[in-house]
């Protein structure tokens, strides 16, 4: 069974850090890419940041200096680093795996509200 395990959400004040961490199983494809997408209210799902199989990290203008992502190649885990986070980031983040395939998987969504 595939499963995106996604966990690190919640609600932090401007200025503030979270970390999301998303694990993936029961994949049976190679998988391309590992990343993080969000949805604002009433508003269309976003990149926010993405690493590719080669190592290669690319990230929405909005949080490049303020986020990081890394990845566990052998554990096929994906984790966002979140710094300075902004209200404009209150969002549900989504897990996103990409395979060599074409095969797109979504996680069920964790939020994260930034908000005093």
């Known amino acids: 069974q595939v499963q995106l395990v996604e966990s690190g959400g919640g609600l932090v004040q401007p200025g503030g850090s979270l970390r999301l961490s998303c694990a993936a199983s029961g994949i049976r494809f190679s998988i391309y890419a590992m990343g993080w997408y969000r949805q604002a209210p009433g508003k269309e799902r976003n990149l926010v940041a993405r690493i590719t199989d080669g190592g290669v990290p690319n990230y929405a203008d909005s949080v490049k200096g303020r986020f990081t992502i890394s990845r566990d190649y052998a554990k096929n885990t994906v984790s966002l680093q979140m710094n300075s986070l902004k209200p404009e980031g209150t969002a549900v983040y989504y897990c996103?795996?990409?395979?060599?395939?074409?095969?797109?998987?979504w996680g069920q969504g964790t939020q994260a509200t930034v908000s005093s």
């Open positions: 996103n795996v990409e395979g060599y395939n074409g095969v797109r998987l």
